[in-house]
């Protein structure tokens, strides 16, 4: 049974999740976040249940679908709403945009656009941490679509071999893209099973119950520093909003009518909510304190400079050409 303080400390990342993805869906309609933004709204509860049992010294990639990851990871919020602006106070100077974070202070190595594209980075990170003799570990979080991807099979089959300190934290929210889980794999198919055929220890827990997100992975992690090798959680959760963008899409067709409302019905921040009863104090107190930092952080976004022009080849592994070369 968790303590209180604990819980209550889940459901405030929680808050700061949605209210965060909640106000950069009200304002990206204003045009001045240029970059394609995929919102996390509905799946909350894995990416801080997952992120409560790490530490700043453990390190986590994720993928195009980053946001909550970031921010449960202690991410930096203004940098983040900074950088979907393009903006030189960006967590990534502006040049990344949505789809691409970092932030190394708490450990959020980075996260990639192309699908699978971060698997093999972090599972090279668990190497490093290995042959360091390091009691960190590497969370490798990947969505369902992820597990279809050639490079998923040669990364977990060499966290296997090695025994790597990583897990593979698996949101399966049952779509990539338009395409749902039944289109894309046999009926029947477990993703747990899938993984344990490579070679992982693999659980399932239910992805918008953020306690049982996170009792499971503070085990699962332990066991990681104690070398057991190499694991995967599959949790299954819901996005509301469209793949890519700011709105709803249910009137597409691709969701079986009435799903998206049975998910929204097991809201997981709803549920958080209804199991632990806060203080209606703590509770207002909590949501006054983010709706001001998230306010202030668009506020500080809109207001800071575009990177410099002259900054344009900063970061890159070779000099620019010069005429005469």
Request: aromatic share 6%.
């Amino acid at each position: 049974m968790m303590n209180r303080e604990f819980s209550l400390q889940l459901l405030h990342d929680m808050l700061l999740v949605r209210r965060s993805e909640e106000a950069i869906a009200r304002h990206y309609p204003q045009q001045q976040m240029r970059c394609p933004v995929h919102l996390s709204i509905g799946q909350e509860a894995a990416a801080v249940g997952i992120c409560a049992a790490l530490t700043h010294q453990d390190q986590a990639v994720s993928t195009h679908r980053s946001h909550a990851h970031y921010l449960a990871k202690g991410g930096d919020l203004d940098a983040l709403i900074a950088e979907l602006h393009g903006k030189a106070t960006g967590c990534c100077g502006g040049r990344g945009g949505s789809m691409h974070l970092s932030d190394r202070r708490v450990g959020f190595l980075a996260s990639t656009a192309i699908v699978g594209n971060s698997i093999p980075v972090g599972v090279g990170m668990a190497l490093s941490q290995q042959l360091k003799r390091s009691q960190a570990v590497t969370c490798v979080f990947l969505g369902d679509g992820a597990v279809e991807e050639g490079v998923f099979y040669e990364a977990a089959n060499f966290a296997a071999v090695r025994r790597l300190p990583v897990l593979f934290a698996c949101e399966n929210n049952r779509y990539s893209v338009y395409a749902g889980l039944e289109k894309r794999q046999p009926a029947g198919r477990k993703l747990t099973a899938l993984a344990e055929g490579i070679g992982l220890r693999a659980w399932e827990v239910d992805g918008n119950d953020v306690e049982a997100v996170a009792e499971l992975t503070a085990d699962v992690v332990a066991s990681l520093r104690d070398g057991a090798g190499p694991a995967f959680i599959e949790m299954p959760t819901y996005r509301w909003l469209e793949h890519c963008g700011h709105a709803d899409d249910d009137h597409l067709g691709y969701r079986p009518e009435g799903e998206l409302a049975a998910w929204q019905a097991r809201d997981p921040l709803m549920a958080m909510l209804a199991r632990i009863q806060p203080d209606a104090a703590w509770l207002a107190a909590t949501e006054s304190v983010l709706a001001q930092r998230i306010d202030a952080a668009f506020q500080r976004a809109l207001a800071a400079p575009y990177p410099s022009p002259a900054s344009a080849f900063d970061g890159i592994y070779a000099s620019p050409l010069q005429e005469n070369d």
